[in-house]
T-cell receptor, first 113, second 112 residues
Framework: DGGITQSPKYLFRKEGQNVTLSCEQN?????MYWYRQDPGQGLRLIYY???????QKGDIAEGYSVSREKKESFPLTVTSAQKNPTAFYLC????????????FGQGTRLTVV | GESVGLHLPTLSVQEGDNSIINCAYS??????FIWYKQESGKGPQFIID?????DKRQGQRVTVLLNKTVKHLSLQIAATQPGDSAVYFC???????????FGTGTKLQVIP
């Protein structure tokens, strides 16, 4: 079945550590996205990528990094520079510039302990 | 499931009634506006979109209205059902680009 997969579902991190969240899609979509979701603030765009080897900062990129070495994969690293990393992280993908339907993964809940 | 709607505006509707969820957007250059539904603990799901050169689009039980003069978007759900209970987000896509940004969301509660 085609789809978008995030792993792990739950992730715990100690303060000061970097952590990488995985996002894989087999939908042959060009664009991929990372959003952060906090209660009462909806989805905020962290980074997005329109094609392989290219990505752009979203509205809250500070403290995060991404790579897009393969079309299928768009991992997100939450660095120690992110001051408030505890949140629900959602990855999405969609086909092309004129396409509006984005497909979301099930999310990763990151908790700093 | 995840509690993502703790502080979101809430709309309570009696089962069978129509629901209207509103959204204000900011970017006049957006070429598409989209509505998503998010159930607890899940990622958002696409409902319907509308191109910026349209003012109304209908789907199955849903209608989206776009008022560019006041930068307002609404989602109307006919004959609301318990399965419609969720958080609803509007989103906008930047013209010519892939950037998609979301609004803050509205929690819809359907009263049986």
């Amino acid at each position: 079945d085609g789809g978008i997969t995030q792993s792990p579902k739950y992730l715990f991190r100690k303060e000061g550590q970097n952590v990488t969240l995985s996002c894989e899609q087999n939908l042959n979509h060009d664009a991929m996205y990372w959003y952060r979701q906090d209660p009462g603030q909806g989805l905020r765009l962290i980074y997005y990528s329109q094609i392989v080897n290219d990505f752009q900062k979203g509205d809250i990129a500070e403290g995060y990094s991404v790579s897009r070495e393969k079309k299928e994969s768009f991992p997100l690293t939450v660095t120690s520079a992110q001051k408030n990393p505890t949140a629900f992280y959602l990855c999405a993908s969609k086909y092309g510039p004129q396409n509006t339907e984005a497909f979301f993964g099930q999310g990763t809940r990151l908790t700093v302990v | 499931g995840e509690s993502v709607g703790l502080h979101l505006p809430t709309l309570s509707v009696q089962e069978g009634d129509n629901s209207i969820i509103n959204c204000a957007y900011s970017n006049s250059a957006s070429d598409y506006f989209i509505w998503y539904k998010q159930e607890s603990g899940k990622g958002p799901q696409f409902i319907i979109d509308i191109r910026s050169n349209m003012d109304k689009r209908q789907g199955q039980r849903v209608t989206v209205l776009l008022n560019k003069t006041v930068k307002h978007l609404s989602l109307q759900i006919a004959a609301t059902q318990p399965g419609d209970s969720a958080v609803y987000f509007c989103a906008e896509k930047a013209g010519g680009y892939q950037k998609v940004t979301f609004g803050t969301g509205t929690k819809l509660q359907v009263i049986p």
